[in-house]
Structures are given as C-alpha cells and as structure tokens.
C-alpha cells in the first residue's frame, strides 16, 4: 500500500453507503477516515483495510463539494496529494484539489464495465435485478424489522413490538403479565431498530441470574450477538486498553461494543464501571425487572450525577443486597425505602439515552408510587407530580360506560354516547350518524380515547386474561401439624408474624430436616412424581440448599440448587442441568432468586416449600411453570403448618384472592389494604375472620370489574388492538415468503459458490467450496451450517439456523450483490422477426440514490424498485412494449469471448446507445424525487401531526418527540434533493 497521508480521500469496499472518506488521521500503523456524507469516522489497520484510495485520471467526470462537475484533464501529486486540473462544462479551467472532491458519490460503473467487455453471466445479471425488487419490497414493507425473529408469530407481541419499533427513540414501560413474553417483545423492537439503522449502540442490564438468558435469547431468537460485561472483562479491557488516536487517551471499555448486556447487580459493586458507563451514549437502554428500582419522592432533590462515593458504595451496596433479598419479607419498607443507587443509576443512564426499555410483569408491586417512579424515568417532564399522576388514574374509571358501549358488538345510539362525551367534546366532531354510530365511528372514538390515555402510549401491559390458549392451573394443598422444634417451651415461637414463613431458617439443617413434616412429605411426593420434572421454591438459600444436600444424600436423588450463592456460571450450569430432558435432575431446588424471569416451562409440578409474604411474588414463582410454551396443566403443590402463620396466608391467598389457581395483577394493593389485620392475624396466630375473607374476595371482584371495564380495559386495547394485531400476523406471513426466499437463496449461493446439500424440506446443509467468488460468505462456518426457511422447524430445532429475509446471512449476501459489480453488465442476443441482424438494443436499469445516515430510513421512501429502460440505437424506448420478463424469454446466451469481441468493433455505437440511455433516465429524476418526497411526507408529516393533535390533550407526548420529527422531515427532504440516478445494471442485446 502506498503511503497514507492526511486529506486523501478512501472508500470502504464493506460499506460504500459511507461515500468518500477523508483520511482524517495516521498513527503508526493505524489510520482513522471520516465519511462526511454521514458524519462517521472509522478507523483501520493500514495494512489489511477494506479500503481504497480514490485516484481519478485524465479523462473522468468529477464533481466538487458544491456539486459542480468537471472533468479531469491532468493530475499532479503535491506531498501524497492529488490535485486535479480540470475544466468546467464551458471549458473553462480549475485546479480541485482532492481534498474539495464531492462526498457523495459512489463507484459502481457498469458502462465501464460493459464497455471493457468485463461481461457477466446471465444468472448473475438476472439475480442482480431481482436482488433490487426484494429489496425493494423488504424495506417498503410495513412489518420490516419484524420478520427476522425465531419466534412463534403472536399476535400481542407483534402488536407491540410494532407499536413501540416504529417510534423514534421508543421510551415505554413492557409490562406484560409474567410470562407473556416481554423479553421476546424487546428483542423485536431491537432487532427492528437496528435492522433499519434507527439504533446501533444497545446496552441491556439485568440482574446477575438472567445475564446468561438474555444472552442466549437475543442470539438464538434474533442473532443478536451481545457481549457480556462483568467486571472481569471490564478489568480486562481497562488494563489493556485502546488509545483514542485523536486525543491519545484510553478508549472508554464501554465504546468498544456496539451492543453490550451488563449484569446489574455486578455493576451496582462496581463504582468505577458505573462512573465510566456514565461517561457513554446509547441509542436505546433496556432495564430487566425494573421493579427493583427503588425510589422515594422525598429525595427527588438528590443530584442523579453525583458521583458515587466508592465508601457510601461499599456500604449501600450491603443495603441493596439485603433489600433485595429482604424485599418480599418486609413490604411494609419498601415505598419508605431510599432512592436506591440503581434508581440513580438508570435515571443518569436514561437521561443521556435516547430510547429506554423498562420491563416488570409487576409494575405495581410496590404501590402505585413506584410505578410512577419508573415512569418517570421514561418521561420526566410528564410524570413530575405524584399527585396529579394519582387524581388522573382514578379519572379513567369514569369512562367505564363510554369504554363499555364503544367495544360491545351491540348497535350504539348517538343519543347514548352524546352524553358520556360531556367530559371529553373534541371527540364529539368525530360522530357524524344521526342515529347510530357506524362502526368507524366507534373505532375512531375509541382510538382516540386510547392515544389519549395518559399511560396509554408509554405502557404496554398484555394480561392471560386477554389471550386464549393458556393452560389451567391446580392447586394441592397439603395442612400438616405445626413440629414442636418450632414452638420451643423456653424460646419465642418461631412459627408466627412473616417470620413464621420460614422457621427453618433459625434452627440448623440437622435439627430441622428430619423433625419438620414438609420434608417427610416431600419425599412421598417425590417418589410419587418419579417420572416429573420438579421445581421446589424456598424463600431462602440455605433451605433451598439444605433440602438439596438431604435429598442427594439420602436419595441420591438428580437434583441441583438455584440460588444467590452460587456463581453466574453455577446457576447457569444448574438451570441447563435441569432442562435436559433425557440426562438431567428431576428436582430444582431454588431460592427466590430462582422465581424471576427464568424458563422452566418444560416442568408441569412446582411446590411451594413455603409461602412468600408478597402476592406478586405468589405470581412469579407460578409464572416459571406458566409463560408461553407450557402445554400442560401447572400443578401447584402447597404444604403448610397448621396453627402457623403459613396457615393464616395460605387462607388469605386462597380463600381471599384465590391467588393459586388465577393470575391476579392487583394482589398486591388489596394485600396492602388488609395488611394490618392480616399480620395482627399471623402474629397472635388467630382464625382469619370470615368477614376479611369475603371483604377480600368483594374487593378482588371489585377490582377486576374495574380492570376490565376502566383504565386497564384502556390499557388492555392500547396494548393489543386485535384486528390490527391479527393483521400484522397475516402481513409476516405474507412477506415471509419461505418459498421465494428458498429459490432467491440458491441463486444467491450458486453465485458465490458456496455449496449446498439437501437437508429435509426448506432446509439445505451449505458448506465453503472451492468454487467460492469471495473468501468470505456472511455467516458461513468452516464445517458448514445446517439452515432452514421452515419457522416450525426452526421453533423445535436449536441446532438449525433460521433463515428469513433478515437474517444477517441472507441481508449481508444481498448487500454484497448489490454494492458489488456482480451481475451488473451483461450481453445476450435475440431473434425476433422485424428486427435487422446486428441491430443494438440496451437494458439499463437505475435506483434513485443517496448517501444519508441509515437511521434516516430513506431506503422507505426512495424507492429501490429499479428504474428500467429499454433503448435502441436511435434513442427509442422500447421498455413499454417488451417487458424485463419477456426480454429474459427471448435471449439467448453468447459466449463472453465473442461478446468481447463484438463489443470491441462496435464500441461507438455501445457508448452512443448508453448515453442515450442516461439522457432517458435523467428525466425521470424529478418525478423520482417528486414521489420519494410526497411518500416521506405522507408518511412523516401525518405522524408529525398525529403528534402535535395528540399532544393537545395527552401530555405524554414529548417536546423532544415532535422536534426529533420536525428534524427527520427537514433531513430527508435535503437528502433527497442530494439523490442521483445510479445505472445499476446494463444488458447489451444484439439481434442475430
Ligand atoms: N413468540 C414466542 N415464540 C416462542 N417462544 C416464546 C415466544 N414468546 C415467549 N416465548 C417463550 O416464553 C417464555 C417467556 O417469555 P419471556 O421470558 O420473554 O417472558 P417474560 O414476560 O419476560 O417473563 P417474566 O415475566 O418471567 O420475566 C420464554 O421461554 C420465551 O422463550
């Protein structure tokens, strides 16, 4: 490589939407471009870049940074420099030096190609062509982004992923019931914001126990490959760091990854990662189980920024720990809880991102203020008093009859519903019937309400109750007498207050377990399920591991332990240990810890070892058994102490909130409600009064009345409008077209040589070749890969790779076929009646295109459906009479040699014919841009003033919002006025 100086302008082969580079620094043996087309940097390793040097010679058209073409008539070099005599369209001279050369151009020549007689095969050429059309069809598609996913298609996920992908810097709380899939909904509004450009730094926290499972989800469901950072790595990486060659200084760990999962509790210990994690920008924030986030309107004043003192650290890391773990066993601290730091923490992180991911299958777990805590994170300025929030939620309940009317299937009088708008009279202008409303009118009003519910547009909560196909659950209770060792003569009784839950935990493993019935009768039913998989919760670790030791011993049952004290690797390895079907352990014993987010949906049989002190938590042991996947019927098995508190809850639970056997959201506000008394019941270890029980269950029916009828049936329709959701399902069928894309994907791999093999139906085996064009093929392994277009297939076999049109495989060899020159130049001949032996005609085909920043998403707008032409010698179009198709049926292949030499003789007229061609093209260009700008604006404008409309009556549309719209707009209208005709593709015919 020659020398590399400062102000030479470079293309990357990879990545030639970057346009032309600038050689912006040189250290060593490392050199940084910047792409002012995009406003990227990249740097390289000189010695094997994907780049290179741009040297234009005598002769080529060139235009400079005003867009003024000349063309070259001599170059000089000065100090590894070009500059370039040249003349303007009027002769007149001008010295461009190649620093002032335009950066929006691009280096696909196919009349040069043509012309030199560098002729491609008729396949390659066809494949070229239909690359464009599927490409073209892909990002126009209205489910783009969506189709990449390993997931069975359901209808509420779509129906989110959709609502939430399609927002500019999306910030939303998922807050689907347990188990419904949230972590499946934010991989898909991942995968479709950086399959269309919108984000490309991604950070994911999560509790330790669920690093490893994120990691696995994302890969495995969206090929998304995360790197995980714990503290090890980010030592590592520290000690060893890389030099920003601009500033010579360290290069912040965190902006070595582009999409990065961090355990939060791991971060939490670690002061200096969190203070360099605040020095870095994402596009897009995803917190796990943020109902852990812990915050007190009363230190709203503390600074989010400060940074942490590494001794408070030390010591609040203690507090967080034990909050944590102490969390379901004092509920009455939690709303009376500090800020916690990771509050601060995400409330720093969110700030500086642009889009934030909160997920909770419990949003209201602690009280509504916590919930308005994390939606606060989400939007500050609209969630800034508590109070307000509070007087609004209560609001929504007025509209039950309005809600009530507008989605029955009954006829809905104009008289009737007049009067339930009194409140809300700018909707009154969408009814026009006089006597009915129509059911558009319906729709409409509906929509409308919801866009303006408050929460509406940054909560999405799916509930089983809204969902068919969810498995039944049934309770086993078991009483037995309460043991003596815990009613000591001369000690405190251990077996009542919340402490009664787990008595165990005072007295040693080796007095308990042999005296305490609950293990006599786990060894009864663990015989008796022999053949069943088993997952055994204990609130606490050292029961969980207790029962494990006894029962391996004694038994030698196949058993593992899940808790806190193990390392992430360890609880991974058990978790993995008891999935496996054929080799692995029958029974799970787990701590807590074990009940959130994880996936034991293979098991039908779980037992309650003891009860938590915290319904929702009731809730998230069960949602382990029962989440998408179960196909069985959850048995739930519950042993408890007579004469114990166990009692006193498992009747309140059971009698009260009938928590076992349905799933209740709101368990945990009536359970605050009858706090007092039912802990005044569980500590002086009296009969729960039938009066409480029935007071409870009216409370529960109250409250699910108004869940469906009020602010949560709002809610429940903004989270999953079924018609369009049902619609969407349709649309990723139809565009997942697994057949096209079987036929599109033998071409594509014949054309890069690489080998396949038959493997069942819509799968191949493919392997490298010797035959293959590039060294590289995205994706593909030494060993071959093993891949199938089938969904189902893919659903049930891990070990196959799904292929759909937006798998990096197939998007990345689509790329490389259209930013190549493969295909693009080509010659055949035709006998048609009428048309004279030698007699030229030219296929050319052209894109509108522009060198934009990708999130800009302008591929929408600016259509990639070729412009096609058909020219003869006189400069006559012929493309309405004989169609792409019918072109292709009447060719007959030439060989290239002769081809070669055809072209040779008639050089002038092949130039004489292209140019024509070009001429043609030209005057499509307005109309080109013309529609590209009325698409965009049809497309950004109605949602800018959908946006501004909204924002009239729903505070929860942000300022930042609309401006970030205002900005899209402006930016695509002046890229589009930058877009050029690029001839992607000629075919020279020659009649014989
Ligand atoms: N569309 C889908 N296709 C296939 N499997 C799915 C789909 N959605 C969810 N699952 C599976 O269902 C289980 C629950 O999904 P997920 O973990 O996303 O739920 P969650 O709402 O995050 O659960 P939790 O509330 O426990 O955190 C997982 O095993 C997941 O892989």
């Given amino acids: 490589m020659n020398s590399v100086v400062v102000g030479q302008r470079w293309i990357s082969h990879n990545e030639a939407h970057l346009g032309l580079g600038m050689v912006q620094s040189v250290e060593g043996r490392r050199m940084e471009i910047y792409f002012p087309a995009v406003n990227e940097s990249r740097h390289y390793a000189i010695e094997n870049a994907p780049v290179s040097r741009i040297a234009y010679q005598a002769g080529d058209h060139i235009t400079d940074m005003d867009d003024v073409a000349y063309q070259v008539v001599e170059v000089n070099e000065q100090q590894g420099l070009l500059i370039y005599q040249c003349e303007d369209v009027d002769g007149n001279p001008h010295t461009l030096a190649e620093l002032h050369l335009n950066c929006f151009v691009q280096f696909n020549a196919p009349d040069k190609r043509l012309l030199n007689g560098q002729l491609d095969k008729e396949d390659s050429y066809q494949l070229r062509y239909d690359t464009f059309l599927q490409l073209d069809r892909l990002s126009r598609s209205p489910v783009s982004g969506l189709l990449g996913s390993r997931v069975e298609l359901l209808p509420h996920q779509l129906y989110i992923a959709h609502e939430v992908a399609k927002r500019q810097a999306p910030r939303v709380l998922l807050a689907d019931e347990v188990g419904l899939g949230k972590t499946i909904e934010a991989g898909m509004i991942l995968h479709q914001q950086l ?45 060893e760091p890389d030099i920003d060659l601009d500033t010579g ?81 004092d509920i009455t ?9 990771d509050y601060k923490l995400v409330e720093s992180l969110g700030q500086q991102a642009a889009g934030l991911l909160l997920l909770t299958a419990t949003p209201e777990q602690a009280g509504i203020e916590s919930h308005f805590a994390r939606l606060r994170l989400l939007d500050p300025d609209r969630f800034h008093d508590l109070q307000a929030f509070k007087n609004e939620a209560s609001l929504y309940t007025e509209h039950q009859s309005l809600i009530t009317l507008l989605t029955s299937d009954d006829d809905v009088a104009v008289a009737d519903i007049k009067p339930l708008l009194a409140e809300l009279p700018q909707l009154l202008s969408e009814i026009h019937s006089e006597q009915q409303l129509t059911a558009e009118e ?73 005296r305490d019935p609950r293990v006599e009768w786990l060894e009864q039913k663990l015989s008796e399920l022999k053949s069943e998989k088993l997952l055994v919760i204990a609130h606490h670790a050292s029961t969980a591991l207790a029962l ?41 014993f787990c701590s807590e810890i074990g009940s959130e987010g994880r996936n034991f949906q293979f098991a039908h049989h779980m037992i309650f070892f003891d009860l938590p002190n915290n319904p929702d938590l009731v809730e998230q042991r069960i949602g382990r058994l029962d989440r998408i996947g179960q196909t069985q019927t959850i048995n739930i098995h519950v042993p408890y102490l007579t004469g114990s508190s166990q009692e006193v809850l498992f009747r309140f639970y059971n009698d009260g909130l009938n928590l076992f056997e349905k799933s209740f959201s709101a368990g ?86 690489v080998e396949q093999e038959d493997h069942s139906s819509l799968s191949w085996v493919i392997r490298p070749s010797d035959q293959m064009k590039h060294a590289y093929f995205p994706g593909l392994k030494e060993d071959g890969n093993t891949v199938t277009l089938d969904r189902l297939k893919a659903l049930s076999r891990d070990d196959i790779e799904f292929l759909t049109w937006e798998h990096p495989m197939v998007v990345e060899s689509m790329d490389m076929m259209v930013k190549g020159d493969a295909g693009n130049a080509a010659m055949t001949t035709i006998s048609v009646k009428g048309l004279k032996p030698g007699t030229l005609l030219l296929e050319s085909y052209y894109t509108l295109e522009t060198i934009a920043p990708k999130h800009l998403q302008l591929q929408r ?82 949602e800018l003033v959908r946006l501004k409309e909204l924002q009239k009556t729903n505070p929860s549309i942000r300022e930042d919002e609309i401006t ?29």
């Fill in 249 to 329: 200084k360290q290069v912040n760990p965190f902006e070595m990854e582009q999409l990065i999962i961090c355990s939060f509790d791991g971060l939490m210990r670690h002061p200096e990662m969190q203070s360099k994690l605040k020095q870095t920008q994402w596009d897009l924030l995803v917190v796990d189980e943020a109902h852990h986030l812990h915050w007190n309107p009363d230190d709203q004043s503390e600074s989010s920024d400060k940074e942490p003192d590494p001794k408070e650290i030390d010591h609040k890391e203690n507090d967080h720990k034990e909050s944590d773990h102490n969390e379901s066993l």
């Fill in 668 to 753: 945990y506000s009536v359970f605050e409600h009858y706090q007092s008394q039912l802990q005044l019941c569980m500590t002086e270890l009296t009969d729960l009064p039938d009066e409480l029980i029935a007071a409870t269950q009216q409370t529960v029916a109250d409250i699910k009345k108004q869940m469906e009828q009020g602010r949560d049936r709002l809610l429940e329709l903004n989270s999953c409008r079924q018609p369009q959701a049902d619609h969407l399902v349709e649309q990723v069928e139809k565009e997942e077209q697994a057949n096209r894309l079987a036929s599109y994907f033998e071409r594509l791999l014949e054309e890069f040589g």
């Fill in 333 to 341: 601290s939690v709303s009376s809880l500090p800020t916690g730091d």
């Fill in 442 to 514: 319906k729709q409409t009003i509906l929509d409308r309400l919801i866009d303006q519910h408050g929460t509406g547009r940054v909560l999405f909560r799916n509930t089983r109750s809204a969902m068919d196909n969810f498995p039944e659950r049934q309770l086993h209770a078991y009483p037995m007498p309460c043991p003596e060792i815990y009613t000591p003569d001369d000690d405190e009784p251990m077996n009542i207050g919340f402490a009664g839950l787990t008595p165990e935990v005072e007295l040693v493993p080796d007095v308990w377990l042999p």
């Fill in 195 to 239: 399959h269309t450009g919108q984000a490309s730094r991604v950070l994911i926290l999560v509790p330790d126990s669920l690093v490893h499972q994120w990691l696995v989800e994302m890969l495995r469901r969206f090929n998304l490959h995360f790197a995980l950072f714990d503290q090890s790595r980010f030592e590592t990486l520290s000690q």
């Fill in 548 to 588: 494990q030791q006894y029962f391996q011993k004694k038994h030698a049952l196949r058993c593992t332990s899940f808790h806190e004290g193990l390392s992430l690797f360890e609880r991974d390895r058990a978790a993995a240990y008891f999935a496996d079907r054929e080799d692995g352990a029958q029974v799970l």
């Fill in 964 to 992: 970030a719209m205002e900005q899209r707009i402006k930016h695509c209208d002046y890229y589009i006025d930058k877009a050029s005709l690029q001839m992607q593709g000629l075919k020279l015919v020659v009649a014989s």
């Fill in 861 to 942: 707008y600016l259509s990639l459906k070729p412009l096609r032409l058909l020219i003869d010698v006189n400069g006559k179009d012929l493309s309405a009479v004989v169609s792409h198709d019918a072109l292709n049926g009447l060719s007959q292949p030439l060989k290239r040699k002769v081809g070669r030499q055809v072209i040779a003789q008639m050089k002038s007229q092949v130039q004489h014919v292209i140019d024509k061609s070009e001429k043609h093209a030209a005057k499509h260009i307005d109309d080109l841009k013309l529609s590209a700008k009325s698409k965009m604006k049809a497309d950004l404008q109605a």
